[in-house]
T-cell receptor, first 113, second 115 residues
Framework: SQQGEEDPQALSIQEGENATMNCSYK?????LQWYRQNSGRGLVHLIL?????REKHSGRLRVTLDTSKKSSSLLITASRAADTASYFC?????????????FGKGTLLTVNP | NAGVMQNPRHLVRRRGQEARLRCSPM?????VYWYRQLPEEGLKFMVY????????ESGMPKERFSAEFPKEGPSILRIQQVVRGDSAAYFCASSPPGSDNQPQHFGDGTRLSIL
């Protein structure tokens, strides 16, 4: 089974619209993180939400976590063309392997000007 | 305020050659992680190192791959006798000590192409 499955695989919206991406995972976690990756670049850390948190905000980003459903969502409000990138959720292993991040295949977001 | 630095950004090797990928963690970070990303895929964990110690190499292929993080200098991921299937982007991440290993800060990666 694979942790951190994002959906949709691709999302295309107009500038100013909101974008919602979802992530599901299978085993218990300590934290869940969202990263952004621009084409040809490394991953940029966006936000970390702990397993005992339900919602977190950072600027135009809103992340929710539902541990009972083993799912998370990332909402980007008032999107901009510069938000065009791939977005990945990453889960860590509970117990002693919390350093081992498991990534999904990502959601490719395209924001059209 | 330099981030995680990886070099080279691009590396081309012929089958059978050796590839050496370097990673300098962020200042103050003593934990280093290597991940591999195949096209259209997410990153896959390879190895976790602290200074002079390999903590977890469960994601490393059993043969041809090795990693080190010496007391002085960058972390090195070494791939011997490369094959076409080694073509991928290799990312290094680092985190400070005592941080519960999160968040991990990533470099821009080394894109390895095998001819």
């Amino acid at each position: 089974s694979q942790q951190g499955e994002e959906d949709p695989q691709a999302l295309s919206i107009q500038e100013g619209e909101n974008a919602t991406m979802n992530c599901s995972y299978k085993t218990s976690i300590n934290n869940l993180q969202w990263y952004r990756q621009n084409s040809g670049r490394g991953l940029v850390h966006l936000i970390l939400i702990r397993s005992n948190e339900r919602e977190k905000h950072s600027g135009r980003l809103r992340v929710t976590l539902d541990t009972s459903k083993k799912s998370s969502s990332l909402l980007i409000t008032a999107s901009r063309a510069a938000d065009t990138a791939s977005y990945f959720c990453a889960t860590d292993g509970s117990g002693g392997s919390n350093y081992k991040l498991t990534f999904g295949k990502g959601t490719l977001l395209t924001v059209n000007p | 305020n330099a981030g995680v630095m990886q070099n080279p950004r691009h590396l081309v090797r012929r089958r059978g050659q050796e590839a050496r990928l370097r990673c300098s963690p962020m200042k103050g970070h003593s934990h280093v992680y290597w991940y591999r990303q195949l096209p259209e895929e997410g990153l896959k964990f390879m190895v976790y190192l602290q200074k002079e110690n390999i903590i977890d190499e469960s994601g490393m292929p059993k043969e041809r791959f090795s990693a080190e993080f010496p007391k002085e200098g960058p972390s090195i991921l070494r791939i011997q006798q490369v094959v076409r299937g080694d073509s991928a982007a290799y990312f290094c991440a680092s985190s400070p000590p005592g941080s519960d290993n999160q968040p991990q800060h990533f470099g821009d990666g080394t894109r390895l192409s095998i001819l």
